[in-house]
């Protein structure tokens, strides 16, 4: 896993690579919607971050069987699943073909590579071997590239510039963080403009380190979340991570402040992670990686395999057991008469 995390800027570097080289239609669209689940869904949370005060068309991740009722022809609609072969994922394309959206495909393999060979849709091929979690690189850097290619954005000097930082970025303050968590129940905070983040950070948490975690945002957190703590005995093992930034404005800053003075002595711990870089991808980005980092070294001090997410597999085997939905989808769309 570490081995992959310090991977990441090449993997950067390599998803434009093979991004640029798919031909994607001129496609025309009002919307953008983000379809896949878990580890392939983060990268379209990130991708919102990125991109909400930057671009007048709306972005939304949807992780369900079925996508919303806005969804139409007049939608980019970006289906991403690592593996290829999560039901939830598959079915959302399904309704994307049924409803005429403009689909483009991310995946390494799988189903999804079949069905959009079957239907000539783009779709980004990136290599496989990875966890889904840690191909995260070549998932959101193949969605922005895609953008480029579209004219919805221009990001090449956020991107080089994202690269030099992640080589860059030092981890020792990460370990000696994670000795202090190693036994809590962690949680999660940031401002709202790295909600999708912070998200990361507790989902590389929960299956890199197994371990209990949960996230909030600043200022949603200050109008429900800070009264739990009114609770002391409940809340004695809590350790509180806020993920900073330097862009951040006045008001969270004050808030960021007032709530940790609130909360202090009430929880096991706070501590901060600062976010490095001047563009906002390289400032997510970094957060990113330090979150991974994180959650390896606390997965190295419980002594679990930060690769294996049996659970997931499990449900994922009986789930096919129980319903064997993907191939219902496939013979809901014809998909093998096409063949
Ligand atoms: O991190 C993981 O392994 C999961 O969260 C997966 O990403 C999730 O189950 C979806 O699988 P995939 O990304 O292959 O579509």
């Known amino acids: 896993m ?8 090449e993997m950067c570097l390599n998803a434009v690579k ?3 080289k798919v031909d994607i239609p001129d496609y025309k669209f009002n919307k953008i919607v983000i379809c896949g689940m878990g580890g392939s869904a983060v990268s379209g949370d990130l991708l919102k971050d990125l991109l909400k005060n930057r671009i007048s068309i709306p972005i939304d991740v949807c992780r369900d069987y079925h996508l919303p009722a806005y969804v139409d022809k007049d939608t980019l609609t970006f289906c991403i699943s690592y593996s290829g072969n999560t039901e939830e994922t598959l079915s959302q394309f399904v309704d994307c073909v049924k409803r005429k959206s403009k689909i483009i495909g991310i ?3 799988g189903k999804l590579e079949e069905w959009c060979k079957n239907f000539n849709l783009p779709y980004v091929l990136i290599p496989s071997g990875y966890q889904p979690r840690s191909a995260l690189p070549y998932l959101l850097f193949s969605i922005i590239v895609c953008l480029q290619k579209l004219g919805v954005v221009n990001l090449h000097k956020e991107i080089d510039e994202t690269i030099e930082i992640l080589k860059k970025i030092k981890i020792d303050s990460v370990k000696k963080l994670a000795n202090s968590m190693k036994d809590s129940t962690i949680v999660v905070y940031s401002s709202d403009e790295f909600s ?22 600043f200022p949603e957190l200050d109008h429900n979340e800070i009264v739990g703590y009114q609770n002391e005995r409940l809340n ?6 806020i993920l900073r930034d330097k ?5 969270i800053k004050a808030r960021i ?24 991808l390289a400032r997510m980005m970094s957060l990113v990686f330090l979150g991974d980092v994180l959650s390896y070294e606390l997965a190295v001090l419980n002594n679990v395999d930060p690769v294996e997410v049996e659970n997931i597999v499990v449900l994922k085997k009986r789930l096919k057991e129980r319903l064997n939905l993907v191939e219902k989808l496939e013979n809901n769309i014809k998909i093998k008469k096409m063949k």
Request: aromatic share 8%; net charge neutral.
């Open 236 to 241: 004695n093992n809590s350790f509180v991570l």
């Open 247 to 251: 862009d951040e404005p006045e008001e």
């Open 107 to 109: 995946t390494s393999g």
């Open 196 to 217: 999708g983040v912070v998200r990361r950070v507790k989902t590389q948490i929960n299956e890199n380190s197994k371990m209990p975690a949960k996230y909030d945002v």
């Open 18 to 20: 093979i991004a640029e």
């Open 257 to 280: 402040e007032i709530t940790k003075d609130l909360i202090k002595g009430k929880v096991k711990g706070i501590e901060e992670i600062w976010a490095e870089g001047k563009s906002k």
């Open 2 to 9: 570490i081995e992959f995390i310090k991977k990441y800027p």
